[in-house]
């Protein structure tokens, strides 16, 4: 969601720029990459590391072995990173060592918990990186508070918004609801008529102790309204080795199906009635969508979200949670306030800033 609209931009510098993709192989399953570069219209990528799924040390290891091969068969003047994962640290950190330079959008978030791998990844890519590309106003504040030079940081909106909006048509297209995989959803779906629950990080299905608190909430909720669970192939993998399968199974109000595209899984949020999720970019897209979103977490690295968009921080209390689920059901969520510079223009702004950049270098 964040490579494609750069890609789409960088398209228009073929003269200027040679440019090359390359997919780590982080997220190996194919609902979790490939459906996603159909869905989004992301050129197969130049070169595929493979690098598949192991602890952090391990996969951040392997795809920083990989890509030094890459880099140093490729000689780029410019490495661009996304996001936080660990792909975003492992080929900075080959770059970086090398003498490349390094881009990094969606820099200067911080959600301030270091037990997050995330967060880790975060402040050690913007350490690295000479071009600081940031998408809400909080990133300027933390940036400046870690001592970056200001002539490294540019505010340019959010690139997950530039996708949102671009593919708008296409989502509203969707025929989502009216599919195979939830016609078990009795009775069929209808607009507002359910809620929507993504669950991922390990500190929410990692434990006995999480998975229990998540059953107890999700049961409470589906006594409020149905809930439509597209499962993460680790948290279903989790779920079932830690006994929850059965429990997770007899909700009669909750319909789990496999992971969908990026297309069917926004319409699914556009048409809900909010949001039960540990995600972080659902807490962007569901802002922009004014959708509510119960974030269940301790902090956010998305504030801004929070301040003018739709999105509650709620964690694992219950009774936070079904006090808020009421609330929605009786049409008093917080209204949306777009954030600065989410116009679907971030892409642009990012692209234009390198290739003014290369060409001052060129003198």
């Known amino acids: 969601m964040k490579v494609a609209p750069l890609i789409r931009e960088l398209r228009d510098y073929k003269k200027q720029f040679d440019v090359i993709l390359v997919h780590t192989g982080q997220h190996y399953d194919f609902v979790m990459s490939d459906i996603f570069f ?22 951040t290891a392997r795809i920083m072995s990989a ?8 000689k780029p003047d ?20 090398m003498n490349i330079r390094v881009a990094h959008v969606e820099a ?6 270091r037990s997050m791998p995330e967060e880790i990844n975060r402040i050690v890519t913007d350490s690295l990186s000479n071009y600081l590309f940031v998408s809400e106003e909080s990133g300027l504040k933390n940036l400046k508070k870690e001592g970056v030079h200001p002539g490294r940081i540019f505010f340019v909106g959010n690139v997950m918004i530039d996708t949102l909006l671009w593919n708008m048509k296409k989502i509203d297209s969707s025929a989502v609801l009216e599919s195979s995989s939830l016609k078990c959803a ?18 929410n299905v990692d434990s006995n102790k999480a998975l229990s608190e998540i059953f107890e909430i999700i049961t409470s909720v589906s006594d409020c309204i149905k809930i439509i669970y597209p499962i993460h192939p680790r948290t279903r993998k989790m779920i079932n080795s830690l006994g ?22 926004i319409k699914l949020v ?21 959708i509510p979103c119960l974030t269940m977490r301790e902090n956010t690295e998305r504030p801004v979200t929070l301040s003018k968009g739709t ?53």
């Open 108 to 113: 200067g978030l911080r959600s301030f918990d």
């Open 186 to 203: 009795a009775p069929p779906l209808k607009p507002k008529s359910y809620c929507v629950l993504t669950l991922h990080r390990p500190s």
């Open 270 to 290: 556009k048409n809900s009635m909010f949001v039960l999720t540990d995600s972080g970019g659902i807490q962007e897209e569901s802002t922009m969508l004014g």
């Open 38 to 59: 159909q869905n989004l219209n992301i050129p197969r990528p130049d070169i595929y590391l493979k690098v598949g799924s192991h602890s952090h040390a391990v996969q």
């Open 311 to 363: 999105n509650y921080l709620v964690g694992r209390n219950k009774n936070k949670i079904i006090k808020c689920v009421r609330l929605f059901l009786n049409g008093k969520a917080k209204k949306k306030d777009i954030p600065q510079l989410w116009d679907g223009k971030a892409a642009q702004r990012i692209v234009n800033i390198i290739a003014k950049s290369f060409d001052e270098a060129k003198g």
């Open 67 to 74: 890509f030094e091969k890459v880099a140093l068969d490729e």
């Open 78 to 97: 410019l490495v661009i990173v996304v996001g936080d994962v660990n792909s975003t640290l492992a080929c900075s950190l080959v770059a970086a060592k």
């Open 244 to 265: 929850f399968g059965d429990k997770f199974a007899g909700i009669a109000n909750l319909t789990m199906i496999d992971p969908l595209g990026y297309i069917d899984f």
